[in-house]
């Protein structure tokens, strides 16, 4: 068991480029989740998948964002026309069946936008 | 509304001692569950442990414990005999079952652990 991973860890971006994340899950996980944490904040909830089907988005999650998760293996946040205020940590995890209270998390994926 | 609230921006504790990191929440609904996580300054988060709403008795995990004052709606988390390495970030959050399965976070506790 090797844990949520994402990559890239960091990632620093000009104004108004696109950008795009990835979050593979603990294997078997069939519930994956996109949080983002701005500085001295708790995490807020973007987005929810149930194996490929993407079952909940926030409000937070504007037209310019964009999650899949094909196969309902890995998945991919990506960011268009990225604004100075999509700077944030960008988090994934991933639960299972019964006992999915537990969601495990990522490293995350920090975005900077210059 | 459903809100989390941590008001202790930061605590500081000596190592062996017991530390209690105070959350409130706010919920409507009957059904909900409470976390607490730890973020170190790597920036994982690392699950600590959870109380239901119908839970009976407190949780407990270890050195972490957490009091549920379902009454008050509280959720405080006590970390006995504190570590150097339990220095870091902690997250109250809520999860309401019928809302969805977002998890609500608190806006954080700093502990800091001294020698």
């Known amino acids: 068991d090797t844990g949520v991973s994402q990559d890239p860890r960091h990632k620093i971006t000009k104004r108004g480029q696109n950008v795009t994340f990835r979050c593979d899950p603990i294997s078997e996980h069939n519930r994956l989740y996109w949080y983002r944490q701005t500085l001295g904040q708790g995490p807020e909830f973007l987005t929810y998948?149930?194996?490929?089907?993407?079952?909940?988005k926030s409000r937070l999650l504007s037209d310019r964002f964009s999650a899949e998760r094909p196969k309902g293996s890995f998945s991919t946040l990506e960011i268009q026309h990225t604004e100075q205020g999509d700077s944030a940590m960008y988090l994934c995890a991933s639960s299972f069946g019964l006992a999915d209270y537990e969601q495990y998390f990522g490293p995350g994926t920090r975005l900077t936008v210059t | 509304a459903q809100k989390i609230t941590q008001t202790q921006p930061g605590m500081f504790v000596q190592e062996k001692e017991a530390v209690t990191l105070d959350c409130t929440y706010d919920?409507?609904?009957?059904?909900?569950?409470l976390f607490w996580y730890k973020q170190p300054s790597s920036g994982e988060m690392i699950f600590l442990i959870y109380q239901g709403s119908y839970d009976q008795q407190n949780a407990t995990e270890g050195r972490y414990s957490l009091n549920f004052q379902k009454a008050r709606k509280s959720a405080n988390l006590v970390i006995s005999a504190s570590q150097l390495g339990d220095s870091a970030m902690y997250f109250c959050a809520m999860r309401v079952y019928q809302a969805g399965t977002a998890l609500i976070f608190g806006k954080g506790t700093t502990l800091s652990v001294s020698s």
């Open positions: 919920t409507s609904d009957p059904s909900y569950g």
């Open positions: 998948f149930q194996n490929e089907a993407q079952l909940e």
